[in-house]
Nanobody
Framework: HVQLVESGGGSVQAGGSLRLSCVAS????????VGWFRQAPGTEREVVAL????????EYGASVKGRFTISLDNANDTVYLDMNTLKPEDSGVYYC???????????????WGQGTQVTVSS
């Protein structure tokens, strides 16, 4: 069983920044991908940022491109999400997720963290 533990959420004013961290209980490189998803009340969960191990590529949701950055610390099995120029519409629960033990083409996470709340006020 793999555990993903997020931290770093909180409340911030619009235009501010936050850094989310996710520590895994095993190597994040042992599978297809790792990334961040978010869900606001009454909406479906959406992709925020993904890192694909096969080609070291990154994918971002359209609404966060240019403002958010995903990065990995392999030595510490940690994935980060740096969020800048935050907007109220960025509010929601942010989930760390990873597809481990599988190497498919698309990112289909089989492990999820418990989520961390991000609230951006105007």
């Amino acid at each position: 069983h793999v555990q993903l533990v997020e931290s770093g959420g909180g409340s911030v004013q619009a235009g501010g920044s936050l850094r989310l961290s996710c520590v895994a209980s095993r190597s994040l490189y042992s599978g297809a991908c790792v990334g961040w998803f978010r869900q606001a009340p009454g909406t479906e969960r959406e992709v925020v940022a993904l890192f694909y191990h096969g080609d070291n590529s990154k994918e971002y949701g359209a609404s966060v491109k240019g403002r958010f950055t995903i990065s990995l610390d392999n030595a510490n099995d940690t994935v980060y999400l740096d969020m800048n120029t935050l907007k109220p519409e960025d509010s929601g629960v942010y989930y760390c997720a990873a597809e481990l033990g599988r190497y498919g083409g698309n990112c289909d996470p089989n492990y999820w963290g418990q989520g961390t709340q991000v609230t951006v006020s105007s």
